[in-house]
């Protein structure tokens, strides 16, 4: 997907070369955030991206971070500014003013990955996986 699965391949001219592809939708969804100050990532695997998955990782970024409030730069996905995310903030966020939020969020320009460093993160995973695919028996591995 993404243009993932395009690519060269030896074999005689005069014939096409077809590729199966086994469950192509079956693919794996991640959330991610860059820690600036402990330069780590924080890492965490879901079954789709959506509103509840959203609202559970930042929950869960909550949790590495209790004692710091938490700016969260990210695109402009529809479930990043769904109504139930919205509502978490509003909640999480509830009687502070704007410099004391726990979470506040601010989204990039509109299709601008270069401005999200995560991305740059995602394409190095996805060129070791693209490398390395022929040794690893299976995605999950």
Not at 4 to 13: A, E
Not at 61 to 86: C, E, M
Request: charge should be negative.
């Amino acid at each position: 997907m993404w243009g993932d699965l395009s690519g060269y391949v030896w074999g005689k001219t005069d014939l096409e070369i077809a590729v199966p592809v086994v469950n192509e939708r079956d693919k794996q969804t991640y959330y991610g955030a860059v820690d600036y100050l402990e330069r780590e990532l924080l890492l965490k695997p879901y079954d789709a991206g959506n509103s509840e998955n959203t609202i559970d990782y930042l929950r869960y970024l909550l949790t590495q971070s209790p004692n710091q409030r938490l700016l969260i730069f990210w695109d402009g996905a529809s479930y990043h500014r769904s109504k139930a995310v919205r509502g978490f903030l509003d909640e999480l966020n509830q009687g502070l003013p704007t410099d004391q939020w726990k979470i506040h969020c601010v989204r990039f320009a509109p299709n601008c990955p270069e401005q999200n460093p995560i991305e740059d993160i995602w394409l190095q995973a996805k060129t070791w996986v693209r490398r390395f695919c022929a040794l690893i028996p299976s995605f999950s591995h």
